[in-house]
């Protein structure tokens, strides 16, 4: 059974840093593209970053390149979002996926 | 960037009856297309990939149909369980979602 489990969200001020984790198992995470996405509060559905197979190559949405890095420990099958400046509008539930396989979530608040 | 936009925003149906949601590409993504279904408080759940194929699993009622710019949705039957929000997503340059079809009962 595929499990994706999502960790690492939490309440932080404006400016701060959180760190994701995306631990899976019963999936060869190593043979696929992995991404983030995330939902704020009541709205859709956006792409924010992807990394390629062999970790050589990252893409990220316009609002947070340069803030964000997205990384890969294929050995481990966990997959990272660092992300740094945090602002109000990064508020969401920030979801680890590939395709078909996605967790469930883990839930980011900036707030003061 | 590839915009995604989707049509109608939202949707009111009966049981039976045969719901059509199109998604449009601002580029040509070919068939690189998917379609998700997300219910309250849950994770997307993929339906359709490669615009067409239906993920094994996943009911026939669901259909997808288009490729280049144009792309269909289809439930040809609505159940009560398609109470959701319907979400296109282009895969050729990057990943970009269309903005959502809430479909809900009449």
Not at chain 1, 92 to 98: E, K, L
Not at chain 2, 68 to 87: N, V
């Amino acid at each position: 059974e595929v499990q994706v489990v999502e960790s690492g969200g939490g309440l932080v001020q404006p400016g701060g840093s959180l760190r994701l984790s995306c631990a899976v198992s019963g999936f060869r995470i190593s043979a696929y593209w992995m991404s983030w996405v995330r939902q704020a509060p009541g709205k859709g559905l956006e792409w924010v970053a992807n990394i390629k197979e062999d970790g050589s190559e990252q893409n990220y949405v316009g609002s947070v390149k340069g803030r964000f890095t997205i990384t890969r420990d294929n050995a481990k099958s966990t997959v990272y979002l660092q992300m740094n400046s945090l602002r109000v509008e990064d508020t969401a539930v920030y979801y680890c996926a590939s395709s078909a396989i996605w967790g469930q979530g883990t839930m980011v608040t900036v707030s003061s | 960037e590839i915009q995604m936009t989707q049509s109608p925003s939202s949707l009111s149906a009966s049981v039976g009856d045969r719901v059509t949601i199109t998604c449009q590409a601002s580029h040509d993504i070919k068939n690189h297309l998917n379609w998700y279904q997300q219910k309250p408080g849950k994770a997307p759940n993929l339906l359709i990939y490669d615009a067409s194929n239906l993920k094994t699993g996943v009911p026939s009622r669901f259909s997808g149909s288009g490729s280049g710019t144009d792309f269909t949705f289809t439930i040809s039957t609505l159940q009560p369980e398609d109470i959701a929000t319907y979400y296109c997503q282009q895969y050729v340059s990057l990943v970009t979602f269309g903005p959502g079809t809430n479909v809900d009962m009449k």
